[in-house]
C-alpha cells in the first residue's frame, strides 16, 4: 500500500476538512492510505516513508497563506525527491478559484526541483468568510484524492 501525507493550514477548519475528505478519497482508492497533519506537525514528520504529498490552504488575501509556504519549504529540505506533490485550497471569492493554489505550484517547482507535480490543483469554494465547505467540495475532495492515488 502506498503512503500519502496531506498537510493542511485552516483558519476556520475548512480546509482541515477538506483534506480529511482528499484522505477519505486516497484510502477508498484501494491504492494508497493518508495521513492529514496540520502545518504545526511538520518539524516532526519523518517524510521517508510517504509516496506523495499533497499541500493545502485558505487564500488569505490574495496569497496562499504563509504557513503552508513555510511547510512547503521546510518539506523540500526533508527531500521530496521523486515524490509525487500538488495542491489545493480554499477560498471564498468566485474571481479568485484556482489563483493561488498556483503560488503552492510554483513553490514546489521551485524548492522541489526533482519532486513529481500532480495536476491539477484542487480549489475549493467556502460559503462565506469563515465557511462553511461548499455542498459540492467533499465529492470533489473524495475525487481529487482517488485521482491523486492513481498517479503514484
Ligand atoms: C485574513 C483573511 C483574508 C482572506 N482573503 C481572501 C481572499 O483574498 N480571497 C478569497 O477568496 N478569500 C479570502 N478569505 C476567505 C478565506 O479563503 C476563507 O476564510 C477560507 O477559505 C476558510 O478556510 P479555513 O476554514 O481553512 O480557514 C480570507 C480570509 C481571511 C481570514
Redesign the pocket.
Known amino acids: 500500500m502506498k503512503q500519502v501525507l496531506v498537510v493542511y493550514d485552516?483558519?476556520?477548519?475548512?480546509?482541515?476538512q477538506l483534506a480529511n475528505y482528499i484522505a477519505e478519497g486516497i484510502g477508498e482508492s484501494g491504492i494508497a492510505e493518508a495521513i492529514v497533519i496540520g502545518i504545526s506537525e511538520i518539524e516532526d514528520q519523518s517524510f521517508d516513508t510517504f509516496d506523495g504529498i499533497l499541500f493545502g490552504a485558505?487564500?488569505?488575501?490574495?496569497r496562499a497563506t504563509r504557513g503552508i509556504k513555510g511547510a512547503v519549504k521546510k518539506a523540500a529540505k526533508k527531500g521530496l525527491d521523486g515524490k509525487l506533490v500538488g495542491a489545493f485550497e480554499?477560498?471564498?471569492?468566485l474571481r479568485?478559484a484556482g489563483k493561488f493554489s498556483r503560488q503552492i505550484e510554483g513553490d514546489l517547482q521551485k524548492k522541489a526541483k526533482s519532486a513529481k507535480m500532480f495536476s491539477p490543483a484542487l480549489n475549493s469554494l467556502?460559503d462565506g468568510?469563515?465557511?462553511s465547505l461548499n455542498e459540492a467540495e467533499p465529492a470533489k475532495g473524495k475525487e481529487f484524492g482517488q485521482k491523486f492515488s492513481q498517479e503514484l
Open positions: 485552516s483558519k476556520f477548519g475548512n480546509t482541515k485558505p487564500v488569505h488575501a490574495f480554499t477560498y471564498q471569492a479568485h467556502v468568510y469563515e465557511g
